[in-house]
């Protein structure tokens, strides 16, 4: 396994009076997309909001290139190269599709080159250029939650849930975008319910039951280990996907 | 056009000419009902009277749009109820015209150059005196209470208070008297050869005023549509979450925004410290009235609504006033909950409940 670019160890959160992470521990090795799975309101979502400091943490610490990032305010976070798309995407939607754009590239201008390499993955994006992003469908919002995430480069890429409601078709798209990312050995730490989709892009994974990491290693001995599913992720999910 | 249809953005033209109607009253409210309130005026009086009242409410409309866009845009997007903004007011009005008592020897000057000597370091000194107090405010008194609305009413009435009685501490508590510069007293007389409006004679600083206003409105609005810190406040108005992920600090740009607001009701004291040609330390507490009607008419968290919200306010001011005058305190009012009970997002609502 490569080196991880970022680590929890021990993370525990609140929300309100809720204690929603029981001490999670995660590698996110770098260059590989990592699938973190589980059943809905097993913290998933939690994690990924947790790292990104969006969610407060009790207890534990969570690193980033060796660095304690814990408790840091979000912008900064953001800033040292870690984008979120979260599971409603987030998408400004009074904005158009080039505002949207223009904020996700931090930087400053948008690099032409890069831009056109994003039109590329989701075309969709150029026809609707100049439109609110609020018109777009629920597809298009996807994509340009995770153009946003790519528009400029980035150390590590947290996406909550790609698929969520999706047409099989677009989910397609979706994933030969990702296809394109591990290409680029661009780290991935993805949230997915969608077995099939997890498996197809996968390297390795980490389930997650009741605030906690209960498995963690190669996609390839999840997907080959019908007990092992079964035993992590619920009866037959495999199947029914 | 449902508001359905509107999400869509797909609609069919509307065919005939009430169905157009109807379509030009739902997607354009604010210049509908600003037409409507035009012309039932211009039937009600005659046309001489209507252009004077007319550009007498523009002025008024437009200095109240300076004193109620950086609340509109607190309120937007920072979600902060700032009752002391009045207090903003009134501080830019003394601040204003203590310069210009200061500089009267230029403001009595008939020339229009020699008295801009004194007009633009009064208006510039409202402004900086206005921002800092606002910098100052946000840090010592905001930055505590943002997310709770009944804490900030309780501390910014609080803060309005001691405000206007450190003016009464520098000032006095009297009434003081402004000198208004020459050459923006009297008025412009139309020529007697125009139909209908010839003779008319307009006031000077009502037009200057106007154009000020309209100027002001123009920068915002080339602010908030064309420029990456537009972007920001109109992307933080939707989400304050998501501008954090994108890696901005939205502190700072609410801080940034509160300053502006703040400094923009000082010069809008300014203004109407010139206008009216007395100011006490209250007020801003009468403005606030106007204030709080427009952004609430206008729509949160809009510039373009607060603009046309402050017109419409300053208008339905002097055309009641003028047809019958103890009907003014509440044509205001009125106005606010017959738009509220059309439309009760406001005319041009930025915020989509």
């Known amino acids: 396994m490569a080196e991880s670019i970022l680590s929890l160890s021990g993370v525990r959160a609140d929300i309100d009076q809720y204690h929603i992470l029981h001490g999670v521990d995660l590698e996110v090795p770098a260059g590989e997309l990592t699938v973190l799975l589980g059943r809905n309101g097993a913290g998933k979502s939690t994690t990924l909001r947790t790292i990104m400091g969006l969610t407060t943490v009790t207890q534990g610490k969570v690193r980033f290139r060796g660095e304690d990032i814990t408790g840091q305010p979000t912008p900064r976070i953001a800033r040292k190269g870690i984008a979120f798309v979260p599971e409603n995407m987030g998408i400004f939607s009074l904005l158009t599709v080039r505002e949207n754009m223009v904020l996700a590239a931090v930087d400053g201008p948008m690099d032409p080159a890069r831009l056109d390499w994003v039109f590329d993955l989701f075309p969709p994006l150029k026809k609707f250029w100049n439109r609110a992003a609020g018109n777009l469908s629920g597809g298009q919002k996807q994509m340009l939650a995770i153009a946003r995430a790519i528009i400029e480069p980035r150390e590590l890429l947290l996406v909550d849930e790609p698929t969520k409601g999706l047409a099989p078709a677009i989910i397609n798209d979706l994933a030969g975008a990702f296809e394109q990312l591990k290409q680029q050995q661009v780290t991935v730490l993805l949230v997915e319910q969608n077995f099939n989709f997890s498996r197809r892009l996968g390297q390795s994974a980490a389930v997650m039951n009741d605030g906690g990491v209960v498995w963690s290693g190669q996609m390839t001995e999840l997907a080959d280990n019908d007990d092992l599913q079964h035993e992590l992720l619920g009866l037959g999910l495999g199947e029914h996907q | ?353």
Not at chain 2, 119 to 140: K, Q, T
Not at chain 2, 238 to 255: A, T, W
Request: hydrophobic share 60%; net charge neutral; with cysteine.
């Open chain 2, 1 to 353: 056009m449902s508001a359905h249809d509107e999400m869509i953005g797909q609609a069919t033209p509307p065919q005939g000419v009430l169905a157009r109607f109807a379509a030009f009253r739902e997607n354009k409210p604010h210049i509908f009902l600003l037409l409507l309130m035009m012309a039932v005026a211009l039937l009600m009086m005659d046309p001489r009277t209507w252009v004077l009242l007319t550009i007498s409410g523009l002025a008024m409309g437009a200095m109240v749009f300076l004193m109620a866009s950086g609340m509109t845009l607190t309120f937007g997007l920072m979600n902060v109820l700032n009752l002391a903004h009045g207090a903003f007011i009134s501080l830019g009005a003394f601040a204003g015209a203590s310069v210009l008592v200061w500089l009267s020897a230029q403001a009595s000057e008939p020339s229009l150059l020699i008295n801009l000597a004194a007009i633009l370091p009064a208006l510039g000194f409202a402004l900086v005196v206005a921002g800092l107090l606002g910098l100052v405010f946000e840090r010592l008194v905001i930055k505590p209470v943002y997310g709770d609305h009944l804490k900030q009413i309780l501390v910014t009435v609080g803060g309005s208070i001691i405000i206007m009685e450190l003016i009464h501490v520098v000032w006095g508590p009297n009434e003081i008297p402004v000198p208004r510069p020459e050459a923006l007293t009297g008025a412009f007389l139309l020529p007697d050869a125009l139909p209908v409006i010839g003779g008319v004679a307009l006031e000077k600083y009502r037009l200057i005023a106007v154009v000020l206003g309209l100027a002001i409105y123009g920068l915002m609005t080339w602010i908030i549509e064309r420029t990456r810190v537009g972007i920001l406040i109109r992307a933080g108005v939707e989400s304050r979450e998501m501008v954090e992920v994108q890696g901005y600090r939205i502190r700072l740009l609410f801080l940034g925004v509160f300053v502006a607001g703040s400094a923009l009701a000082g010069l809008g004291g300014a203004m109407w410290a010139m206008y009216r040609e007395i100011i006490t330390a209250h007020m801003g507490d009468e403005l606030m009235i106007s204030v709080i009607v427009v952004i609430i008419l206008g729509g949160l968290g809009s510039i373009k609504g607060c603009f046309y919200g402050a017109v419409l306010v300053g208008l339905i001011n002097l055309y009641v006033g003028y047809l019958e005058p103890r009907l003014a305190a509440v044509a205001t009012v009125g106005l606010m909950v017959g738009v509220l009970m059309w439309r009760p997002q406001g005319l041009i609502p930025v915020i989509k409940v």
